[in-house]
């Protein structure tokens, strides 16, 4: 998804405009996997399932907070709050009350944060040895929006923190994850109708003893119904 990149003093406003976006987005896979682990009677698989909603609350709840914290940095750069000291009866710097706190510092921790929320989605949609097919979206239109909204603040975030801290670069490997985890859980739907190919058939009839079995029969039951 192509996203203008913003200036400077508008990054903390864009990444908290991508994170509502985010935090709406997930509600709909959360809603799908829900009801899905709700409607499975196989427990494993209905337990993969559930976890992966479980995955889901946890990024959003992140998201949430993070939302709180990015927008208490914006209030301290409005207000001219960056790490004041309280002062002696000299007029002087006292260091035993600490200071203010520090939009850079805070912003650091949102950048660990979103990170942190891009683990928790990449953990949900793992791939399990039984169940490998269960990892993709339910909704891949709205989780498309939120891996790549997730993305683009955790840019915005370091972008911004750039000027102040070379240690966001740690962060490139998580962009570069969800681009990755976007692509590989998100693809778009087939088609009703479409069909399997052939070759996606003899795949399944290789793959699958009990499709096999299930061709086998259909095939002496189309025989029969042709010699009659």
């Given at each position: ?112 944060y979103l990170d942190a929320a891009a683990n ?38 370091c972008l911004d923190l750039n000027d102040t ?14 681009s990755e985890l976007e692509k590989r859980v ?43």
């Amino acid at each position: 998804m192509a996203t203008q990149q913003p200036t400077a003093e508008d990054c903390i406003p864009f990444a908290v405009a991508q994170l509502v976006t985010v935090f709406e987005n997930l509600g709909a896979e959360h809603q799908a996997l829900m009801a899905e682990g709700e409607k499975t009677a196989a427990k494993e698989r209905r337990g993969t399932v559930l976890r992966m909603g479980e995955g889901i609350a946890s990024a959003a709840h992140t998201v949430n907070q993070t939302v709180g914290v990015l927008a208490a940095v914006h209030g301290m750069r409005a207000l001219g709050i960056n790490r004041q000291f309280a002062k002696d009866s000299e007029g002087r710097d006292y260091s035993p009350l600490n200071t203010l706190g520090s939009p850079a510092e805070t912003l650091f921790d949102v950048a660990g944060y979103l990170d942190a929320a891009a683990n928790t989605l990449k953990k949900a949609y793992g791939q399990t040895r039984k169940h490998p097919g269960l990892a993709v979206a339910r909704c891949p239109r709205q989780m498309s929006v939120a891996l790549s909204g997730l993305r683009v603040a955790l840019e915005t975030v370091c972008l911004d923190l750039n000027d102040t801290d070379e240690a966001v670069a740690e962060y490139a490997s998580a962009q570069e994850m969800l681009s990755e985890l976007e692509k590989r859980v998100c693809r778009p739907v087939p088609a009703q109708g479409t069909g399997l190919t052939p070759d996606e058939v003899a795949a399944a009839i290789r793959a699958n003893p009990d499709v096999a079995r299930a061709a086998a029969v259909a095939l002496a039951a189309e025989r029969l119904t042709h010699a009659g």
